[in-house]
Every structure is written in structure tokens, then in C-alpha cells.
């Protein structure tokens, strides 16, 4: 009976969406008007290790995922647009990974 009651909780929490595993990619810039479509990429990337169940608590935290400073470390003149893709497993292994697009 505990058993059952175990394999039922589990199956109940890998049900609730972003509970084991996220994978997102969303736009960081929202106007668009007029803005050109660029195949150079470059990329930042923050990683945190958190406890979500403690007021997420980050533990520790590295990288740097900010558009100018990538834009900066890359040589990037001219800034179209940006995306951030988030990974993260468990809500204790985090990565944002901002995706900068220019010239």
C-alpha cells in the first residue's frame, strides 16, 4: 500500500508541467518593427544551482547573459534583436542562455 501510494505521487508530480524538466525558447525583445533578420548569433549564458523549495535560495550563480556585454565580448556593432532559452532540471539545475542577434 505504500508503494502504491509512492508510485502514485510520482506519477501525479511528473504529470505537473515544468516539474522535472523546461525547455524554452521565448523572445527577450518584443518590437519588432522594422527590425532586420540576422543570421549571426552569439551567446550568453548564466547557470544557477537553487532550492526552489526554500524561497529560491540560489546557492550559486555564474555567467553573464546580459545583451550588451555579450554584444560587447563578441564584437557585435549593432543589436538587432533577442531570445532567452531557459533549461532547467528539477528547478535546481538552471540555465538562461540569451541568444543575441546583429551585426
Same mark, same amino acid.
Given at each position: 500500500?505504500?508503494? /502504491?501510494?509512492? =508510485? &502514485?505521487?510520482?506519477?501525479?508530480?511528473?504529470l %505537473?508541467?515544468?516539474?522535472?524538466?523546461?525547455? +524554452? /525558447?521565448?523572445? =527577450? &525583445?518584443?518590437?519588432?518593427?522594422?527590425?532586420? %533578420?540576422?543570421?549571426?548569433?552569439?551567446?550568453? +549564458?548564466?547557470?544557477?544551482?537553487?532550492?526552489?523549495?526554500?524561497?529560491?535560495?540560489?546557492?550559486?550563480?555564474?555567467?553573464?547573459?546580459?545583451?550588451?556585454?555579450?554584444?560587447?565580448?563578441?564584437?557585435?556593432?549593432?543589436?538587432?534583436?533577442?531570445?532567452?532559452?531557459?533549461?532547467?532540471?528539477?528547478?535546481?539545475w538552471?540555465?538562461?542562455?540569451?541568444?543575441?542577434?546583429?551585426?
Amino acid at each position: 500500500m505504500k508503494n /502504491l501510494r509512492l =508510485l &502514485t505521487a510520482l506519477l501525479l508530480l511528473a504529470l %505537473l508541467p515544468g516539474c522535472l524538466y523546461v525547455h +524554452t /525558447l521565448q523572445p =527577450l &525583445t518584443v518590437n519588432m518593427d522594422r527590425t532586420p %533578420l540576422s543570421q549571426a548569433e552569439k551567446q550568453g +549564458t548564466v547557470k544557477t544551482i537553487s532550492l526552489p523549495y526554500m524561497g529560491q535560495t540560489h546557492l550559486a550563480a555564474w555567467g553573464n547573459a546580459a545583451i550588451g556585454q555579450v554584444a560587447k565580448e563578441q564584437d557585435m556593432k549593432e543589436v538587432y534583436f533577442a531570445d532567452l532559452e531557459i533549461f532547467s532540471v528539477l528547478r535546481i539545475w538552471n540555465e538562461y542562455t540569451v541568444h543575441v542577434y546583429g551585426k
